[in-house]
């Protein structure tokens, strides 16, 4: 089993920054992908990025392509999404994801994934 703690959301205005965290424990880490997704009320869970834990490979969603950034600390056992120029269509629960089945970070559809946090609100005003 694999537990993904989530932390680092908030309200911050248009144009700002913040820092999502991922902590995981449980299983060994090193052949998991791990990924951000994010869900606004009435939508569909969508990816936001991935990276491959042992290769640091990483893949985005187009829409939030050269705005932010996914990372890994492997001593940590912890992913982050920084997350910068925010826009008010940011607005969304975002959820920290691993899956046990991918290798590289082109694991970008729920279905790939095993293993989910509880998620944390990211408010963005404009």
């Known amino acids: 089993q694999v537990q993904l703690v989530e932390s680092g959301g908030g309200l911050v205005q248009a144009g700002g920054s913040l820092r999502l965290s991922c902590a995981a424990s449980?299983?060994?880490?090193?052949?998991?992908?791990m990924g951000w997704f994010r869900q606004a009320p009435g939508k569909e869970r969508e990816f936001v990025a991935a990276?491959?834990?042992?290769?640091?490979?990483?893949s985005y969603a187009d829409s939030v392509k050269g705005r932010f950034t996914i990372s890994r600390d492997r001593a940590k056992n912890t992913v982050y999404l920084q997350m910068n120029s925010l826009k008010p269509e940011d607005t969304a629960v975002y959820y920290c994801?691993?899956?046990?089945?991918?290798?590289?970070?082109?694991?970008?559809?729920?279905?790939?994934?095993?293993?989910w946090g509880q998620g944390t609100q990211v408010t963005v005003s404009s």
């Open positions: 449980g299983r060994t880490f090193s052949t998991y992908v």
């Open positions: 990276i491959a834990w042992s290769g640091g490979s990483t």
């Open positions: 994801a691993a899956t046990l089945r991918w290798r590289t970070a082109q694991a970008m559809r729920v279905r790939d994934y095993d293993y």
